[in-house]
Each structure stands twice: as structure tokens, then as C-alpha cells.
């Protein structure tokens, strides 16, 4: 796995660096300060390296795309502000580190939510290389704010809180998890896909591809979530238990999810190898959701 | 005044209209209905009718403005929806209805401020015609996204809150007026000149007009704060009193806070006639911001 790590590090440092050339500080500096603080927590940049690496994957220019994958990541940071806040899911750990509103406090980590929603599309706007058509851009965008809103993003959190305390079915449940976290992967691989251009058949298998490992890596943290301790996963674990959410393993049990998780990266690695455009990294991405899953077992 | 209020009439009629289709309900209703509360109070959808009417001013279509002009006071709801909330201003009422966070609870209200975020620009890319140039469509996203941001009316709101219960000097409340509702204001004049593809000193003419009758307003409002019953005003009044705010009348005065309306809304109307761009709904608009301060005196 060591081209994997390396490429997740190449990125990491790559996103951070534009992540922070973005978010500089400007007045009023408290609210930049606190978009930075969840920004720029330590993570993976899962999304952002999707983006890049289906870029590389259809022959494409990383740079055009490096906006938008910041973008991504700034509108993941946002999400996560807001549903940490008390009146959604009251977290107070977040990546190992306080939450937003833990040190910011509640109206600046609400405005700072809501700072980066505009902020992130206006990145794609602003630092999109002129070479890229204005109708690339249009469709990035329009996709990016479905995305963010209330047909995507926010009715996943939505039907995940009025589904606390109650016993959900297979749709409600498959509903929360396409939407709250899958859309914005699927988005990603979706986004390298139009910016290089390819052809509608190869972004829908992108589509495709997105939306499997999406789920795969949904169910994955679900799991985690019942494995881990606070210490190895940097933030509160248990708390889908105690806060009554329905999960894939509460639903269909721990075994049956892992065997889910396995299936589902299989199809993802089975989309990309019949249609010519499987990259080593694209494949040990989503071979990493699978060892994430098992890692029980060990 | 009949001119102008059958204006104000037919435009509230027109922006409504499709105000009311672009929110139609989807799943989960909850969050539409939440969008839609705000949204559709009774209000004179001042903005909406300062795009379209600059629009006319300059010679351009309105068709080509409606989504713009409707995206504006979707962003315009947006901000109250979350200066009500209790971690801000914590306000019971907004235009004589209890404010969306006591209809909804603080989860909806906060996501459906969020989803009013992305959906707002969504339906500018969306629903404006085909028949405007992507260019001029780019232009107007961006600075609606500034506007929406960090930079404007979110800076405007975070200086505003860490003002509360503090001295605070003249540049400070100038900033806090020309962000949190200046903006918005200059915004929905140059939108319309854009739209109407304006030349660059229009657009300025516009950008100048819009400035001076956002301040204004915000005076106006202020001394409306003061002077107002609750019963009048739709919104509990002496808030700014009790909460320590800082506002014009309270730093310069009743008095000079009139004149100053005055003088503003004076210089806004001699923008438009001395480039021979005023027409008469625009003008009596002005006056009636004038109006408005003065109301005491009667």
C-alpha cells in the first residue's frame, strides 16, 4: 500500500496548500479563523484526491480541477460545522480536536457554515484556470449547489435527524446515507470526470463508481464507528447508539455489513476494470474501504 | 404614491409567483416548508423591485432578471432565518409571524438557511434564460456569492455580534451597515444594470445609487426601531436598545440621523437624475425612504 500512502500524502499537501492560500485571513478575522480551524483539520482529503485522481484517470489537467476539489472539501467542512452544532448532533470532537463551536462559539460556527457555502463556489469561480470553458464551469457549479442543498447534502441530515428514536426501513436508511455523505464522493468523481472532458458514457461510469464506494464508505464508518475507540478514530464513537441512529449494522448486523462493504467496493473495482479506466490508485482507494471494514476481524 | 404602490403591488404579485414555484415542496417536505415560511412571508420584496426596476432603466428585459431578483430575496430570508436563531440575535418574531426556529426548531431553521444558500444560485444557473450569455450569468453568481459571504453580509453580521454591549466608533458601524444590509441593496441595483449589459459607468451609476439608499434604508430602520410599536413593525421593537446595539440614531442622534437619511436618499436621487437615468418609480422609492424616517415627526 505504500503508492497509496504516498499519493494521499502528494495530495494532502497539495489541497492543504491551495486550502490555505484561499482561506487567508481578512477582516472580520474571527470568521476566517474559524472557516480555517475545520478546514484545515488534519484529514485524509478524501474527496479532493478522488476529484484529482479521475482527472488523471481520463487524461485530464489536475490543475483545472484543484478549485473545485477544495471547494468539496471547504462544503464537507461545512457540513460537518453545522451538524456538530448542539441543535443538530452536539458533538464536541471532531478529527481529535474540539469542535467549531466549542471555540468559536455557536454564531460564529453557524456564520462560518454558512461563510463557506458561498465561499467554496466562489473558489470555483475565481481560481478556475481561464482555459476551462465558462460552460464547464456552469455545470460544476449547478452540480456543486444541488449537491450542497436540500435535494442532496441537507435532506440526507435532515431525514438522519427526524429518524432518531425510530425504527426506519431499508429506503429511509439507504435515502440518508446516498444523500448525507454519498453524494458529495459521487460529486467528486463526477467533477474530475467534467473537467476532463471525458464523454458522457465514461462520467456516468464515474457516476457509478462514486456512488458505490460512497455507500461502501458510509456503511465502513458505521462500523467503525461500533469498533473503534474515541483515541483511534478522533472523535465521540458510540454516539449512533446512544443517540438511537439507524445504521447498516444496527439494521442488517455487523457480519452482514462487512460482507455489504466488500461487495460494494467489488462492483466499484468492476466499474472501473470493464470500462478501461481502472488507475492503481483508484483501486487501492476502494480496496482501503474494505480493510477499514475488517479491521475487527484482526 | 399610487404609482408607486401599484408598482410595489404588481412586482410583489410577479416575484411571489415565482417565488412560489421555484420552492415547490419536495422529499423531505419539512425542509421545503421550512425554505418556504420565511421566503413567502408578506413582505415588499424591495430587492426583487430594485433589480427589475433597474433593469428597465436601462433598457434590458426583466424576464432575463426574475430568477436573479428571486435568488436575492431568498438570500435576504436566508439571513433572517439565522439572525433569529437563539445563538444570534434570538428573536421571537419577524414580519408579525413567530420567526422559523420557533415554527421549525433550530435544526430546520438552521439547514433550511443552509439550503436557501445553495439553492439560491442554483436557481440562477438554473432558471435564468438560455438566451443570456454565460458570461454575464458567471459575472452575476460571483458577486452574489461575495455578497452572500464572508466579505459582505456574513462580515457585516460577525462585526455586528462582536459589537453588542461595546463602544464602538463611526468606521465600525459604517462597516456593519454597508455589509450586513448595504450589500445587498448595491447588489440588487448593479445585478439589474449587468443584466441589462449596462455599460461599466451605468453599472457604476447603479452601484453608487445602490449604496447611498441601502445606508439610508438602514438608518430608516433604525429610527423605525425606536419610534415603532410591535404592532406596526411586525418584529419586536427596542431590540436594538436592549441588546446594547450600536446604531446611528444611538451614536449621532435622533435628529441627525433624519437629516442624514435625507441627505443620503437626496444624493441617491441627484446619481440617477444627473445621468439622466432616473425614472419614477425609482425616484418615489427614494422618497419613500425618506418618508419613513420622518414618520415621528407627524
Known amino acids: 500500500m505504500n503508492d497509496l500512502k504516498t499519493c494521499i500524502e502528494e495530495n494532502k499537501h497539495l489541497i492543504n496548500k491551495h486550502l490555505d492560500e484561499y482561506l487567508e485571513i481578512r477582516y472580520p478575522d474571527i470568521i476566517w479563523e474559524s472557516m480555517r480551524y475545520t478546514v484545515l483539520l488534519d484529514g485524509k482529503r478524501l474527496r479532493p484526491l478522488l476529484v484529482l485522481e479521475t482527472v488523471k484517470a481520463c487524461g485530464g489537467k489536475i490543475e483545472n480541477a484543484i478549485p473545485t476539489a477544495c471547494a468539496i472539501e471547504m462544503l464537507h467542512a461545512q457540513s460537518l460545522i453545522h451538524d456538530d452544532l448542539p441543535c443538530m448532533d452536539n458533538d464536541d470532537l471532531r478529527r481529535g480536536k474540539l469542535t467549531n463551536h466549542k471555540v468559536f462559539g455557536e454564531a460564529i460556527a453557524t456564520l462560518a457554515g454558512d461563510a463557506l457555502l458561498s465561499f467554496a463556489p466562489q473558489v470555483i469561480i475565481q481560481k478556475t484556470p481561464t482555459a476551462v470553458k465558462n460552460e ?163
Open 136 to 298: 464547464i464551469i456552469l455545470k460544476i457549479l449547478e452540480e456543486f449547489l444541488i449537491t450542497a442543498g436540500a435535494l442532496s447534502l441537507i435532506g440526507g441530515q435532515v431525514v438522519d435527524i427526524q429518524s432518531e428514536n425510530k425504527k426506519i426501513d431499508k429506503e429511509t436508511l439507504n435515502y440518508i446515507h446516498s444523500h448525507k455523505t454519498g453524494d458529495l464522493i459521487r460529486f467528486s468523481t463526477r467533477a474530475g470526470a467534467i473537467f476532463a472532458e471525458a464523454p458522457e458514457n465514461i462520467v456516468k461510469v464515474f457516476d457509478e463508481f462514486g456512488r458505490l464506494i460512497g455507500y461502501a464508505f458510509q456503511i465502513a464508518d458505521d462500523i467503525l464507528d461500533i469498533i473503534s475507540s474515541a483515541d483511534e478514530l478522533g472523535k465521540t464513537t458510540g454516539k449512533d447508539e446512544k443517540s438511537q441512529k439507524s445504521t447498516y449494522p444496527k439494521l442488517y448486523g455487523l457480519e452482514n455489513s462487512i460482507t455489504e462493504v466488500k461487495n460494494l467496493c467489488k462492483q466499484a473495482k468492476n466499474v472501473l476494470i470493464n470500462n478501461n479506466i481502472a488507475t492503481p490508485v483508484l483501486i487501492q482507494l476502494t480496496e482501503n474501504i474494505m480493510i477499514k471494514s475488517e479491521k475487527d476481524k484482526k
